[in-house]
């Protein structure tokens, strides 16, 4: 009877125990946040979320998922509910979108801001605010994955036309050609080395005619200087040769007009004077007495007195 006593009160020990330990964990992990619902629409998937996942407001824990499930109106949405922090301040610009955590292949909802909708987003247990889920990166490229798949695959394709046998045939072709264009190249080098050497002594002769130029316009632009001197000069000289030409037409003008009538009359006169006296001295040779009786009368003309008429002519 004893022993049958001892194994009741070890048995109501042990549920009293086991009642003790369970009420424990329960206020343990009993949430004593103050937390408000939202709802969290999703068309892209959704994967490794799962309930009891965290919610976290730019890096920081401010909530969990609630539950998920499909939209009863559109089956290709997914609808998250989501339960946030009263302290979080999500406005009606805030988005979501999917984050894993590490390698464990375990996703969580990252929220987020743009700071273009500033105003509270209004939420409640009947009509919880809706935050839209973008794309992640991981889900981007997914997208992109195929079209780069595809690009790759045509590259691929397009390397294989090229490296076809009759276009490896044309190119060892070509590289057989190279060679020997290169071995040309190096033979008309070595042939124009010494040209090359002479064209460096001749680029030291012509730095040195430079030099002599440099010198040779140094002295061209003293005498330019000179010569325009001299062009003042010769201006100065050219307006006193064009006064001296003034001068000579006003001494022309008065030769042609004055000076060469008189000089035609007293030319003239000259001559009749010297007729006369050539006359005067013929009849001195012929008669010098006159110098001593005087001229001689004139013979009578015709009709005068003593007028006698020549022989052979009648009267």
């Given at each position: 009877?004893?022993?049958?006593?001892?194994?009741?009160?070890?048995?109501?020990?042990?549920?009293?125990?086991?009642?003790?330990?369970?009420?424990?964990?329960?206020?343990?992990?009993?949430?004593?946040?103050?937390?408000?619902?939202?709802?969290?629409?999703?068309?892209?998937?959704?994967?490794?979320?799962?309930?009891?996942?965290?919610?976290?407001?730019?890096?920081?824990?401010?909530?969990?998922?609630?539950?998920?499930?499909?939209?009863?109106?559109?089956?290709?949405?997914?609808l998250v509910n989501i339960s946030v922090d009263r302290s979080a301040a999500l406005t009606q610009g805030t988005y979501s979108q999917l984050a894993f955590?590490?390698?464990?292949?375990?996703?969580?909802?990252?929220?987020?801001?743009?700071?273009?909708?500033?105003?509270?987003?209004?939420?409640?247990?009947?009509?919880?605010?809706?935050?839209?889920?973008?794309?992640?990166?991981?889900?981007?490229?997914?997208?992109?994955?195929?079209?780069?798949?595809?690009?790759?695959?045509?590259?691929?394709?397009?390397?294989?036309?090229?490296?076809s046998d009759d276009n490896l045939a044309h190119f060892a072709g070509t590289l057989k050609s190279t060679e020997a264009a290169a071995s040309q190249l190096?033979?008309?080098?070595?042939?124009?080395?010494?040209?090359?050497?002479?064209?460096?002594?001749?680029?030291?002769?012509?730095?040195?005619?430079?030099?002599?130029?440099?010198?040779?316009?140094?002295?061209?632009?003293?005498?330019?200087?000179?010569?325009?001197?001299?062009?003042?000069?010769?201006?100065?000289?050219?307006?006193?040769?064009?006064?001296?030409?003034?001068?000579?037409?006003?001494?022309?003008?008065?030769?042609?007009?004055?000076?060469?009538?008189?000089?035609?009359?007293?030319?003239?006169?000259?001559?009749?004077?010297?007729?006369?006296?050539?006359?005067?001295?013929?009849?001195?040779?012929?008669?010098?007495?006159?110098?001593?009786?005087?001229?001689?009368?004139?013979?009578?003309?015709?009709?005068?007195?003593?007028?006698?008429?020549?022989?052979?002519?009648?009267?």
């Amino acid at each position: 009877m004893e022993s049958r006593a001892n194994v009741i009160a070890a048995g109501l020990f042990v549920i009293t125990l086991t009642v003790a330990l369970i009420f424990t964990a329960l206020w343990l992990t009993r949430d004593s946040v103050d937390r408000l619902p939202y709802l969290v629409v999703s068309k892209v998937p959704v994967t490794g979320l799962h309930a009891k996942a965290a919610v976290r407001l730019r890096g920081v824990d401010v909530g969990r998922v609630d539950a998920i499930a499909f939209d009863p109106k559109n089956p290709r949405t997914i609808l998250v509910n989501i339960s946030v922090d009263r302290s979080a301040a999500l406005t009606q610009g805030t988005y979501s979108q999917l984050a894993f955590q590490g390698v464990t292949g375990l996703s969580y909802i990252a929220l987020d801001d743009e700071g273009d909708k500033s105003a509270p987003l209004v939420t409640s247990p009947d009509a919880p605010g809706r935050i839209e889920m973008r794309r992640s990166l991981i889900d981007s490229i997914g997208e992109s994955s195929v079209d780069l798949l595809h690009d790759a695959g045509v590259a691929a394709k397009r390397v294989n036309q090229l490296l076809s046998d009759d276009n490896l045939a044309h190119f060892a072709g070509t590289l057989k050609s190279t060679e020997a264009a290169a071995s040309q190249l190096a033979a008309l080098a070595g042939k124009l080395q010494p040209a090359a050497q002479s064209i460096q002594g001749l680029a030291t002769d012509t730095r040195g005619a430079v030099q002599k130029l440099d010198v040779l316009l140094g002295d061209l632009h003293g005498t330019t200087v000179e010569l325009t001197q001299h062009l003042g000069a010769f201006d100065q000289v050219g307006r006193g040769a064009q006064a001296v030409g003034d001068a000579s037409a006003a001494l022309q003008s008065t030769l042609v007009d004055d000076t060469l009538p008189r000089l035609t009359q007293a030319t003239d006169d000259l001559a009749r004077t010297s007729r006369t006296l050539d006359r005067f001295l013929s009849q001195i040779q012929e008669r010098p007495q006159i110098l001593v009786f005087g001229a001689p009368a004139p013979a009578p003309g015709p009709g005068e007195a003593g007028f006698v008429a020549p022989a052979g002519e009648k009267q």
